[in-house]
């Protein structure tokens, strides 16, 4: 896993001192996600850059990776994730031809496009399984192609200039180069209030993201976006008992693919089936013991409170499952103190570049990596297992189902649209944004074929389970690259292979839940593994603090604030409204939103035109 970053101008050469410095200043922010190695290449309109973190072949694999023919470099590759089946690809290559200088999955995937890509791109992206983002540019062609992973694991975004583009895995990278303004409209302020990706734009103006599954061409023409993979109806013609074998198969085939890294290991366990089972598989697959860590609070268990997120605390499976399988377990402790330490806090800004927050979950993911961090150089974590099965006390809940909007959209966000100022409120129309949004992403599912067709809740749980996946689940993903990837940790996701998505996601809703539970198949596929009391567990989400005092500190800071008329963020407020969401024990997400917009606005020096 790795920091990559670029600049294309079709009217410059880049190979100036002025032009040099600024892709150094680039590549500089990515550090502490390359905290190996780094490495530029220059050559007339391109300029690229690459920091690495060594996981395969420490040696070896050096970036940027070019390919030479006739004596020159003809493709020059900066890549950032992991191609789990680097070796099967690397075998084909071998057949025909091919010989390789080192045994990275990096040097693979740039041969993979000089065998299958040199017509068509997505040719070659096709045959990678993985989580990646990657710039490939043909000196031939005068060609830059931006390239993300299926389900947008890794990020990757980019910013059009006059003459061509910058890129960079993460924003920092981007605004790092003097064409880039940080800069933020009322477009830019909807998907902020909001929290709904959309897949192609970010926050800042003029920057964008390249979407899950596809391909983004520069060349002297302009830039043009295509699509090398979708989610679409599979006919799944599998019955019950079928389907859950195949989803095993699936799992046992990922797991042991993910497990393949020459650095120390580990396993992100919350007692819950997912990390569980994935845990447990890990387990069976390794030739080591494996190592596993949990977060949790000073005295969270003791004096837990159930709500439909939550319904029970995590410690006790922890527990029962570590010592069930047999890891190496460790417990992050957190207290309420750590959770609000502004050098925290900063640092979860810092990396996630964004004014999203999910509060106090945030500061404790970033503080459980980094005590991972000290151990292992790659996690394996459960994330997408809900959206893949249908986890989430949502997807069972019939008011939420026939919501006509987003299933999870909270009161608590629309507390914090109520705080605004009515005059932004009435020329943002955020009701009229979330429902374009909706709108937009409910065109895109696919239509159902077969006998569920006929059924209105099959192709309504069609339309919710698309929506997790594509506007839900990349949030979570985000969150988790950029927590983990600050500290120099690399996090793998084995149920966003692609192969298992496609396969789920085109089984019938009725299968699912065909034991009347949630995450039916997944329960039924790996109930051998587990304990009875983790297989019967109801699920759970990621744990938020539940702590007076971190509440209390909350509530303190916001008073600062709202009383700085000063504030950056104080235009866009109603402060009487806004003091209202003090008097909430509920709501407190609310303050954490708007503080983090504060500090985003600060610490980026963020230009508002609304």
Not at 387 to 401: K, N, R
Not at 428 to 456: I, K, M
């Amino acid at each position: 896993m790795c920091g990559i970053c670029g600049w294309i101008d079709f009217d410059r050469d880049l190979g100036s001192p002025d032009a040099r410095r600024e892709l150094a200043d680039m590549t500089a922010t990515m550090a502490y996600r390359g905290p190996d190695d780094e490495g530029t290449w220059i050559d007339g309109p391109a300029a690229l850059g690459h920091r690495r973190l060594a996981i395969i072949d420490i040696q070896g694999g050096r970036q940027p990776m070019t390919h030479q023919e006739d004596g020159r470099p003809a493709l020059v590759l900066v890549y950032t994730g992991e191609t789990y089946n680097y070796r099967e690809l690397r075998q084909r290559l071998a057949a025909l031809g091919h010989r390789f200088d080192t045994s990275s999955d990096t040097e693979v995937v740039l041969r993979v496009h000089r065998e299958w890509g040199h017509r068509d791109p997505r040719s070659a992206v096709s045959e990678l399984n993985g989580m990646f983002a990657y710039a490939l540019w043909d000196t031939a062609k005068r060609e830059l192609l931006l390239i993300r992973d299926r389900l947008g694991i890794k990020p990757l975004y980019y910013y059009p200039t006059e003459h061509g583009v910058l890129f960079g895995s993460e924003p920092k990278a981007i605004l790092a180069n003097s064409l880039a303004e940080p800069a933020m409209d009322a477009d830019g302020l909807r998907r902020t209030l909001c929290s709904i990706p959309d897949p192609d734009s970010t926050v800042f103006r003029g920057m964008r993201e390249v979407p899950p599954g596809h391909i983004v061409r520069v060349t002297r023409d302009g830039i043009k976006q295509m699509s090398y993979w979708h989610l679409t109806d599979s006919g799944h013609t599998d019955d019950v008992p079928t389907t859950v074998r195949r989803v095993r198969e699936l799992l046992d085939d990922t797991i042991q693919r993910q497990l393949i890294a020459d650095v120390p290991l580990c396993t992100l366990l919350s007692g819950g089936l997912d990390s569980s089972a994935m845990t447990a598989l890990a387990a069976r697959f390794s030739d080591e013991r494996i190592r596993s860590f949990a977060v949790d609070f000073v005295g969270y268990t003791d004096n837990f409170i159930p709500g439909p997120w939550r319904p029970t605390p995590d410690g006790p499976y922890v527990q029962e499952v570590a010592k069930y399988v047999g890891t190496d377990h460790t417990d992050i402790t957190l207290s309420a103190y750590e959770l609000m330490d502004p050098n925290v806090r900063a640092a979860t800004l810092h990396a996630r570049d964004l004014p999203l927050t999910f509060g106090n979950q945030d500061s404790s993911l970033y503080l459980l990596f980094r005590a991972i961090r000290q151990h292992s150089t790659v996690a394996l974590s459960g994330e997408a297992a809900d959206e893949v099965f249908g986890g989430y006390w949502l997807f069972h809940d019939p008011a939420h189902v026939q919501r006509d909007t987003f299933p999870w959209i909270e009161d608590s966000d629309d507390i914090v649209r109520r705080s605004l100022d009515p005059g932004l409120v009435e020329k943002l129309d955020l009701p009229g944004y979330l429902d374009e949004q909706y709108r937009t992403a409910l065109a895109e599912v696919p239509a159902l074929t077969g006998p569920a067709s006929a059924d209105p809740h099959e192709r309504r749980m069609r339309e919710v389970c698309y929506l997790f996946l594509t506007r839900h689940l990349p949030t979570l993903l985000d969150r988790k690259d950029r927590m983990s990837m600050a500290l120099g940790l690399e996090v793998r996701v084995p149920f966003c292979d692609h192969r298992l998505v496609e396969y789920v996601f085109g089984t019938p809703w009725a299968h699912k839940t065909f034991d009347g539970r949630e995450k039916s198949l997944l329960r039924a596929a790996t109930a051998d593994l587990l304990p009875q009391s983790v297989v019967q567990r109801v699920k759970s989400a990621y744990p938020a603090i539940q702590d007076a005092t971190y509440d209390r500190m909350l509530r303190t800071r916001f008073t600062a604030l709202l009383n700085d008329r000063n504030a950056a963020v104080a235009p866009l407020l109603s402060v009487d409204t806004s003091r209202a969401l003090l008097d909430t024990t509920d709501n407190l997400r609310g303050v954490e939103h708007i503080l983090t917009l504060q500090d985003f606005l600060t610490d980026y020096n963020v230009s508002l035109t609304i």
